[in-house]
């Protein structure tokens, strides 16, 4: 048995591979790498340039189309902050109460369109869900650095308290709130006005104000002043400027008589089914709540022709009779500055007008005491002509902003060449930007007619 050797095992070692396919095989793949990953990022460009060539294609369709609709802001928004639009640069940016032209939809989050105002151009409008995002969005970054700087103050409250020879008292909630509240949040590219401050009532939901109101394709006017309408004076002097802005604007410009209550026609009322219940059945008067929604709607598809609409409006005597509805008017107030005057006039119409001289006066006395900000166009002018001279330059001018000119140019390439830019006299058209009409009260230059 000794002779028998007992077999050796072999041992199976593990041999890597060798140094030199190692570095083939490492450097194979950092080679193969760069070239997929630039490939994908070519393809992504390509796809982009193509996405964004065609939206820029839309966006020269849409300036000879028609207005869709038109809206109101109730918010503000930078495009300049954070342009995500489809073509980059054409984002419109905009302030609070300022007017829209939407042509079409582009898509869920974006609108074309273009301000109301003198020299703008089509551009792509943030839709109300794009708004709702950014303003869900900067919540969440605001509540987050809310968070951190209440759990800073109250870690440095408590390092304060174990600190008894500072002597200190904690500050109190109310001083806490405000150093958070001021702290710097950073800029974001939408801003809502900031509300009025009321008591919170229980038990009630609190409403969230939208971003846009639809109004009337065209603001309409209304006159008011200098008194009460259905009185001599009053129906007078409103009558000749009707007379004038008929001739002066012939073609162009619609006058139409407005018997209808129009005051009753509140956003909050005709949304709510309810509260047009209650109040179709405690209305005593003959004027119910479906003949206003139909005049309404009939102001509005006036307002679509893209005229000028003028109301004549038996029943509205105050701007606060229409602030609350969707009809976004043009005020104009027809003034007489002195007291005297007025009177004067009133007593010369006769002794059946100078019966109602108290009612006239107190209603003038009213308008007199609004802000100036609540009216667009205040007529204080001495003289009828001059008066009918400084509405006609106001409408000129609304005429201009509403009516841009359409320009017969070829559609600018992603990539501008020099030979493809524009001229010294398009840039300076383009890059024009008069003062907006909406809300001026100062005298604007006169223009020769459009």
Same mark, same amino acid.
């Given at each position: 048995?000794?002779?028998?050797? &007992? ?15 190692? &570095? ?17 990022? *070519? ?60 042509? *079409? ?14 020299? @703008? ?13 950014? &303003? ?24 304060? +308290? ?25 800029? %974001?590219?939408?801003? %809502? ?6 008591? #919170? ?27 009460? #309408? ?9 009558? +000749?400027?009707?007379?004038?802005? #008929?001739? &002066? ?38 004027? @119910? ?40 008017? %043009? ?38 005491? @609004? ?24 409408? *000129? ?54």
């Amino acid at each position: 048995m000794a002779h028998l050797r &007992r077999p050796m095992r072999r041992e199976n070692t593990y041999k890597p591979f060798s140094s030199r396919n190692m &570095r083939r095989g490492s450097a194979d793949s950092n080679y193969s790498q760069p070239s997929s990953d630039l490939s994908l990022d *070519e393809e992504k460009e390509t796809l982009r340039r193509e996405k964004e060539r065609q939206a820029l294609s839309q966006l020269e369709k849409a300036r000879g189309k028609p207005v869709a609709f038109a809206v109101r802001t109730n918010v503000s928004y930078d495009g300049s902050l954070d342009d995500d639009s489809p073509v980059h640069g054409s984002a419109i940016s905009f302030d609070v109460r300022e007017f829209l032209h939407i042509k *079409e939809k582009y898509d869920n989050n974006w609108w074309i369109g273009r301000l109301v105002k003198e020299g @703008c151009d089509v551009g792509f409008i943030p839709s109300p869900v794009k708004l709702e995002n950014l &303003r869900l969005q900067a919540t969440q970054v605001r509540t987050t650095k809310l968070y951190s700087s209440k759990t800073s103050s109250s870690s440095n409250l408590g390092a304060a +308290a174990n600190d008894v020879s500072r002597g200190s008292t904690p500050p109190t909630p109310g001083d806490e709130s405000d150093s958070v509240g001021n702290a710097r949040l950073g800029k %974001t590219n939408i801003t %809502t006005p900031p509300a009025k401050e009321k008591k #919170k009532p229980f038990f009630k939901k609190q409403e969230t104000t939208t971003p846009y109101d639809v109004v009337p394709s065209m603001r309409p006017v209304v006159l008011v002043g200098p008194s009460l #309408k259905g009185y001599e004076v009053t129906d007078m002097m409103q009558k +000749a400027l009707f007379d004038f802005l #008929k001739h &002066r604007f012939e073609g162009r410009i619609i006058i139409t008589r407005v018997m209808a209550d129009i005051s009753l026609a509140k956003r909050s009322l005709l949304n709510n089914p309810s509260k047009r219940a209650i109040m179709e059945r405690s209305n005593s008067r003959s004027t @119910c709540l479906a003949e206003v929604q139909a005049e309404i709607e009939r102001i509005f598809e006036l307002a679509r022709t893209l005229q000028l609409v003028v109301l004549d409006c038996d029943t509205i005597n105050h701007p606060s009779q229409l602030a609350k509805t969707s009809l976004a008017p %043009t005020i104009v107030y027809l003034k007489i500055s002195s007291p005297k005057v007025l009177q004067r006039l009133i007593k010369s119409r006769g002794k059946n007008q100078a019966r109602h001289l108290n009612v006239q006066m107190v209603a003038a006395d009213k308008l007199a005491q @609004c802000p100036p900000e609540m009216f667009d166009v205040i007529l204080d002018e001495n003289q009828l002509e001059d008066a009918c001279e400084h509405i006609a330059e106001y409408l *000129e001018a609304y005429w201009r902003a509403t009516h841009p000119p359409v320009p017969q140019t070829v559609p600018r390439p992603l990539n501008p060449s020099p030979q493809a830019s524009p001229s010294g006299d398009q840039v300076g058209r383009i890059n024009a930007s008069p003062p907006d009409f909406a809300g001026s009260l100062s005298p604007i230059s006169l223009h020769p007619e459009y």
